[in-house]
């Protein structure tokens, strides 16, 4: 009966509650009358807000703590309550120190504004960042360009003789020396130049070029008046295999560009049989290409399209010119009639 008694009786000790930081919670602290509501511990009355806008602008402290107990801070507290407020960002922020700086946000419109970076134009592959400025110029506006000239003509298959011996850069150092030394590259007068003339080409006690290489530039430049008085002019020459009109290749990469080609070996075996010497199907591939009997810039390279424009501008006074000529022609052969 003592057993029944104490298993059935209505009071009995409160048990300890597992709190969040443990076995932490004193007995003491709840309530031992019925109905009473419970009291909880300091560490849970106490929350830390996660966010500006939870904080209550009456329990806002100076130190940034919150109690529901202390209401006397609340008019100390008034100015960081509006701060911390769940109100919209003001347009400007004050910063101790420093003067308000206005808040824009930066969106499509503001980035729309903003001034384009142009880059360099895009070249062939073979001009890269590192090459010779005068190499540059010398693609970007001469290279490929058609020339109708003779001196010119005689100039840059000169040029293209001496890619055996050196490159473009070095040439293009030396084209006032070359220019000095050939004078201007007029073929009748280097047609006279004498073994004693030939060998006093030199450059700092050294040879321009090679002696083969100078003796066919001499010998070039007799055979090139000899085509003057067939076809009127050198450019007549070199212009008629390809009917006056320029080849455009339209490459898209620096390795399809070909070292020669069909028409270049045709030029070739030509120009041999009349009594040119060191005109071989890559030296003339070159000198079409720097002459602008074909057009080898990349498609990808701003000087392709350029000379395209050129060419066009080119072409129109000579079609009119022909066609005058042309048009004289018949004149004079239905009077004759």
Request: proline share 7%.
């Amino acid at each position: 009966m003592s057993v029944a008694t104490k298993l059935h009786s209505p009071v009995c000790e409160p048990r300890a509650i597992l709190g969040p930081g443990g076995n932490r919670v004193r007995v003491s602290e709840y309530p031992k009358r019925k109905g009473e509501a419970l009291k909880k511990p300091q560490a849970q009355r106490t929350r830390k807000p996660t966010a500006v806008s939870e904080v209550p602008q009456s329990v806002v402290r100076s130190n940034g703590s919150v109690d529901s107990s202390c209401s006397s801070d609340s008019s100390s507290s008034g100015s960081l309550a509006k701060t911390v407020s769940s109100k919209k960002t003001p347009p400007t922020v004050k910063r101790k120190g420093l003067k308000p700086v206005k808040v824009v946000p930066v969106g499509v419109e503001a980035v729309a504004a903003l001034p384009k970076i142009l880059g360099p134009p895009k070249r062939c592959d073979w001009i890269t960042p590192n090459s010779d400025s005068i190499y540059t110029s010398f693609h970007d506006e001469e290279w490929g360009v058609p020339i109708h000239d003779d001196r010119k003509l005689f100039e840059l298959l000169v040029f293209s003789q001496a890619l055996a011996e050196l490159t473009w850069p070095a040439i293009l150092n030396k084209r006032e020396i070359f220019r000095k030394l050939f004078e201007n590259f007029d073929p009748s007068s280097i047609a006279q130049f004498n073994e004693k003339k030939l060998l006093s080409l030199k450059v700092n006690g050294n040879l321009l070029l090679s002696e083969p290489k100078l003796r066919a530039i001499v010998e070039n430049a007799k055979q090139i008046l000899k085509i003057q008085q067939e076809f009127g002019s050198f450019s007549n020459y070199c212009w008629s295999f390809v009917n006056d009109k320029p080849i455009k290749n339209g490459f898209r990469y620096g390795r399809q560009v070909p070292v020669k080609s069909p028409k270049a070996d045709l030029i070739s075996k030509d120009m041999m049989q009349r009594g040119f010497r060191c005109v071989g199907p890559t030296v003339i591939y070159s000198f079409m290409q720097v002459a602008g009997i074909v057009n080898d810039h990349l498609l990808s390279c701003f000087r392709y399209e350029e000379c395209k424009i050129n060419v066009e501008k080119d072409l129109k006074p000579r079609t009119e010119e022909s066609a005058i000529l042309t048009e004289a022609l018949e004149k004079t052969s239905l009077s004759d009639d």
